[in-house]
């Protein structure tokens, strides 16, 4: 009879956790199959204590094939490893638990307790995270990886008193490049006078509006019939971003300027964090920190899959000239004052990194 108990709690617990797994439609902006993820969470669940202590919820607003849901689910996969089951992570993918400004505002009192988020949104609630994305920060991905993994990264990890977020590690997005359906964007007069789609964020409008473009701020679902029907121009975001809504069906002008390296965050609601005994926030912390290196390897992987899927579709790709793209950088080099004027110190910092 117990052991009979012992198997229907079992198998209670390994729903919620794969209850999150439902295939969403093509949202993402900014892995395993769902069978290798049951196969994962059913070796978890040897030894697992007979009812969890605590299941908790993590948004993730991607979709399921896409690196950071798979850092997610990785994420869940080791917490419920290395506690025997104890902490369950219901990971809820494709957005259904709302945008990233919505569900971090949930974070900040206890709505839900984990999830991944882009810092443009995230600088609303830590406006310092603005110096991390400014435009042509950084020279290469090694730079901002030696910045992010050393003594500033650490800084800004410690900069959340007050915003009733934890911040847990740093994922990758790779870097974001303007595409446009109208004409290759060659030099800086290209881009001049198109619309182009940005995040809901003021620093992103800022920057199209140095480039002396218009910024269309939308939510990202509404990319592909905006790119379609014309109302806007052309938008910006990394390779697979690009690659997995199919926008280069419809823009097929893609051009490497690499204007933003916008790494993202996963966070724990500082609520739930408070429940947690100093044992279990290092175990969380633990696995954030190895589920980050998992992502940023899967994200490598998918960036050359898409670079290769949309160059074998006929899109036109265009590196800018050493010349042109300083051209784009003398652009918005007074952005650095205007939105971080209280930082100069840190972006100087963050320049010199690796010189």
Same mark, same amino acid.
């Given at each position: 009879m117990r052991r009979e108990l012992l198997g229907l709690l079992l198998a209670a617990g390994m729903a919620v956790v794969l209850s999150g797994c439902k295939k969403p439609d093509q949202?993402?902006?900014?892995?395993?199959?769902?069978?290798?993820?049951?196969?994962?969470?059913?070796?978890?669940?040897?030894?697992?204590?007979?009812?969890?202590?605590?299941v908790f919820t993590y948004a993730e607003n991607q979709a399921e094939d896409y690196p950071t849901t798979q850092g997610a689910y990785k994420?869940?996969?080791?917490?419920?490893?290395?506690?025997?089951?104890?902490? #369950?992570?219901?990971?809820? +993918?494709?957005?259904?638990?709302?945008?990233?400004? !919505?569900?971090?505002?949930?974070?900040?009192?206890? =709505?839900i307790d984990f999830m991944r988020i882009s810092l443009s949104p995230l600088s609303e609630f830590v406006p310092k995270l603005n110096v991390l994305q400014?435009?042509?920060?950084?020279r290469d991905a090694d730079h901002m990886w030696q910045v992010l993994d050393g003594t500033i990264g650490k800084?800004?990890?410690?900069?959340?008193?007050?915003?009733?977020?934890?911040?847990?590690?740093?994922?990758?997005?790779g870097a974001r490049n303007f595409y446009s359906s109208v004409r290759p964007i060659r030099k800086l007069e290209d881009i001049r006078g198109l619309k182009i789609r940005v995040q809901e964020s003021e620093m992103m409008i800022g920057m199209v509006e140095? #480039?002396?473009?218009?910024? +269309?701020?939308?939510?990202?679902?509404?990319?592909? !019939?905006?790119?379609?029907?014309?109302?806007?121009? =052309?938008?910006?975001?990394?390779?697979?971003?690009?690659?997995?809504?199919?926008?280069?069906?419809?823009?097929?002008?893609?051009?490497?300027d690499?204007?933003?390296?916008?790494?993202?965050?996963?966070?724990?609601?500082?609520?739930?964090w408070d429940k947690l005994s100093e044992f279990d926030r290092k175990i969380i912390k633990e696995c954030a920190l190895e589920s980050a290196e998992y992502e940023r390897r899967l994200w490598s992987e998918r960036e050359k899959e898409s670079e290769k899927k949309v160059?074998?579709?006929?899109?036109?790709?265009?590196?800018?000239?050493?010349?042109?793209?300083?051209?784009?950088?003398?652009?918005?080099?007074?952005?650095?004052?205007?939105?971080?004027?209280?930082?100069?110190?840190?972006?100087?910092?963050?320049?010199?990194?690796?010189?």
């Amino acid at each position: 009879m117990r052991r009979e108990l012992l198997g229907l709690l079992l198998a209670a617990g390994m729903a919620v956790v794969l209850s999150g797994c439902k295939k969403p439609d093509q949202t993402a902006e900014n892995g395993s199959s769902s069978s290798d993820r049951t196969a994962a969470v059913e070796g978890a669940g040897k030894g697992m204590w007979e009812s969890p202590e605590f299941v908790f919820t993590y948004a993730e607003n991607q979709a399921e094939d896409y690196p950071t849901t798979q850092g997610a689910y990785k994420f869940a996969e080791l917490i419920s490893q290395k506690t025997n089951g104890r902490i #369950l992570i219901n990971v809820q +993918a494709g957005g259904i638990l709302g945008d990233e400004k !919505s569900v971090c505002e949930q974070l900040q009192f206890g =709505g839900i307790d984990f999830m991944r988020i882009s810092l443009s949104p995230l600088s609303e609630f830590v406006p310092k995270l603005n110096v991390l994305q400014l435009p042509y920060l950084y020279r290469d991905a090694d730079h901002m990886w030696q910045v992010l993994d050393g003594t500033i990264g650490k800084d800004f990890m410690n900069s959340f008193e007050g915003s009733d977020l934890v911040p847990l590690s740093w994922y990758d997005a790779g870097a974001r490049n303007f595409y446009s359906s109208v004409r290759p964007i060659r030099k800086l007069e290209d881009i001049r006078g198109l619309k182009i789609r940005v995040q809901e964020s003021e620093m992103m409008i800022g920057m199209v509006e140095a #480039l002396g473009a218009s910024p +269309a701020p939308m939510p990202y679902a509404e990319v592909y !019939s905006a790119l379609q029907t014309g109302t806007i121009d =052309g938008a910006e975001n990394n390779w697979p971003s690009y690659e997995s809504t199919s926008h280069y069906e419809v823009a097929k002008y893609y051009t490497l300027d690499e204007h933003n390296r916008v790494p993202e965050m996963q966070l724990c609601s500082q609520p739930t964090w408070d429940k947690l005994s100093e044992f279990d926030r290092k175990i969380i912390k633990e696995c954030a920190l190895e589920s980050a290196e998992y992502e940023r390897r899967l994200w490598s992987e998918r960036e050359k899959e898409s670079e290769k899927k949309v160059r074998s579709e006929g899109c036109q790709i265009i590196e800018l000239s050493p010349e042109e793209k300083q051209k784009f950088q003398d652009a918005v080099k007074p952005m650095y004052q205007r939105y971080c004027s209280d930082y100069m110190d840190i972006v100087d910092a963050i320049i010199e990194t690796g010189r």
